[in-house]
């Protein structure tokens, strides 16, 4: 069942002021999955992951993240429609059609065209997160003005110039991106999915998460190379 977090009244620790309840804490965080350090694996390109989605099907295996994620948060509901950020190759559309059903909605965006899909449900808009005034009446085209989605889903990655500042950057930025597109097509008190990579400027988008969400939750699955600075966070409740 995914969480629908209303509105709480402040707690008394909030009213007088204590610390570690006021507004101006730095961030706050719900860690989960295993804390033992494992000895990183060899970096191997066609790793079972690979080879795995290869034999189900999946066109990445960033398939079995998410599947991954829903088996523990359960983020994803039958009647749904759901926005896929980032969306190519499709890999996670294909795991999310698996489950809501054929009379609801799936749009995913990406600047890249990817093979479409037979059913009707699915949408495709090739589009820029970062020019999201423009991107806007795409999407309403098949949602509807004033129509909103129950869920977000993004594994955005920036193409990566190695220069390890850089790349924080981008990541920072598309991921605000994106938190500020939700405030137009998520509907409140809904749920948001991101992909980060846990470098310094992390703690830069947790104020903005912490500012649009009601809490937040990191999550790396073991889809994920362990040698990979990414992590999902889960934002819960858009204010």
């Known amino acids: 069942m995914v969480i629908k977090v209303k509105k709480q009244k402040k707690s008394l620790a909030s009213q007088f002021g204590i610390p570690w309840a006021s507004k101006e804490r730095k961030w706050f965080q719900t860690k989960t999955g295993s804390q033992k350090k494992k000895k990183p ?19 990445a295996r960033s398939a079995y993240k998410l599947m991954e994620i829903q088996e523990r948060f359960k983020i994803i509901e039958s009647d749904m429609d759901i926005c896929d950020v980032w969306a190519a190759p499709g890999s996670f559309i294909q795991y999310t059609k698996r489950i809501i059903k054929d009379t609801w909605k799936i749009v995913w965006i990406d600047l890249k065209p990817i093979s479409k899909y037979s059913q009707s449900n699915i949408n495709t808009i090739v589009h820029s997160i970062l020019e999201i005034d423009t991107l806007i009446p795409k999407v309403e085209v ?14 955005i990655w920036a193409d990566t ?3 390890r500042d850089l790349d924080q950057q981008k990541s920072v930025e598309l991921n605000t991106k994106i938190i500020e597109f939700s405030e137009t097509f998520l509907k409140k008190w809904w749920n948001l999915l991101l992909k980060v990579f846990k470098w310094d400027e992390f703690y ?10 009601d809490r937040f939750t990191e999550f790396k699955p073991d889809a994920c190379r362990d040698r990979s600075f990414e992590e999902f966070v889960i934002c819960w409740g858009r204010k």
Do not use: C
């Not at 694996?41 to 066109?59: C, L, M, N, S, T």
């Open 161 to 163: 110039t190695w220069i």
């Open 142 to 155: 098949f949602i509807g003005e004033g129509n909103q989605f129950d869920l977000m889903l993004s594994d």
């Open 204 to 213: 830069d988008l947790i104020k903005v998460i912490n500012k649009h969400f």
């Open 41 to 59: 694996q060899p970096f191997i390109v066609q790793d079972e992951y690979y080879h795995k989605a290869k034999k189900d099907g999946f066109r």
